[in-house]
């Protein structure tokens, strides 16, 4: 599976953007898609995931309320609506996919795409 991100960039505190992960031709069937960012120093962590077959969603307790994640399974693309942007979510956002229908573990992802710069400035 080869993945796409794109949509970052840089807005001021408060703001919002729209992420999106588009795929290759392949479904991810019932599996887990989700979003991890990772700032400068620091390990990367999971944001938000969606289970493709089901749509349910799961979110990390530092962006619940404020991020959405969804999918859009004729477009074969996961999106994350970010709201409320603040200068601690500035990251390098990764969208993946992983062999499990939930996870927010990342060893349990295996497809990584090439990630896309958040910067929120206070």
């Given at each position: 599976?080869?993945?796409?991100?794109?949509?970052?960039?840089?807005?001021?505190?408060?703001?919002?953007?729209?992420?999106?992960?588009?795929?290759?031709?392949?479904?991810?069937?019932?599996?887990?898609?989700?979003?991890?960012?990772?700032?400068?120093?620091?390990?990367?962590?999971?944001?938000?995931?969606?289970?493709?077959?089901?749509?349910?969603?799961?979110?990390?307790?530092?962006?619940k309320g404020?991020?959405?994640?969804?999918?859009?399974?004729?477009?074969?693309?996961?999106?994350?609506?970010?709201?409320?942007?603040?200068?601690?979510?500035?990251a390098v956002?990764?969208?993946?996919?992983?062999?499990?229908?939930?996870?927010?573990?990342t060893r349990?992802?295996?497809?990584?795409?090439?990630?896309?710069?958040?910067?929120?400035?206070?």
């Amino acid at each position: 599976v080869q993945l796409q991100a794109s949509g970052g960039g840089l807005v001021q505190a408060g703001g919002s953007l729209r992420l999106s992960c588009a795929a290759d031709g392949r479904t991810f069937s019932s599996y887990a898609v989700g979003w991890f960012r990772q700032a400068p120093g620091k390990e990367r962590e999971f944001v938000a995931g969606i289970n493709w077959g089901f749509g349910n969603t799961f979110y990390s307790d530092s962006v619940k309320g404020r991020f959405t994640i969804s999918r859009d399974k004729a477009k074969n693309s996961v999106f994350l609506q970010m709201n409320t942007l603040k200068p601690d979510d500035t990251a390098v956002y990764y969208c993946a996919v992983a062999r499990r229908s939930y996870s927010d573990t990342t060893r349990d992802y295996v497809y990584w795409g090439q990630g896309t710069q958040v910067t929120v400035s206070s």
